[in-house]
């Protein structure tokens, strides 16, 4: 079992920049690829990016250019840095390990 716990959400203006943290405990030595997923008001939940246990990434286009994620394995935490920030990009942020562990979410708002 594995829990992850996000930050750094928050209210942003068009253009800005937001870190986001997931926070891993517990069965972390099986957590293989770590991903970043956002929610917006009345859609699906949709992937956003994705970090291999080797460090490969992968992103959807429409954050590619604009969105890196990361992970630091030492202290067990993905990042999501998210520049250039745009309206259609407010949603509810979730981290996921592969296969099946979700965080509670955390909340991007980005003002125009």
């Known amino acids: 079992q594995v829990q992850l716990v996000e930050s750094g959400g928050g209210l942003v203006q068009a253009g800005g920049s937001l870190r986001l943290s997931c926070a891993a405990s517990g069965s972390i030595f099986s957590i293989g690829a770590m991903s970043w997923y956002r929610q917006a008001p009345g859609k699906q939940r949709e992937w956003v990016a994705t970090v291999t246990n080797t460090a490969n990434t992968l992103y959807q286009a429409s954050v590619k250019g604009r969105f890196t994620i990361s992970r630091d394995n030492a202290k067990n935490t993905l990042y999501l840095q998210m520049n250039s920030l745009k309206p259609e990009d407010t949603a509810v942020y979730y981290c996921?390990?592969?296969?099946?562990?979700w965080g509670q979410g955390t909340q991007v708002t980005v003002s125009s």
């Open positions: 996921n390990a592969a296969p099946n562990s």
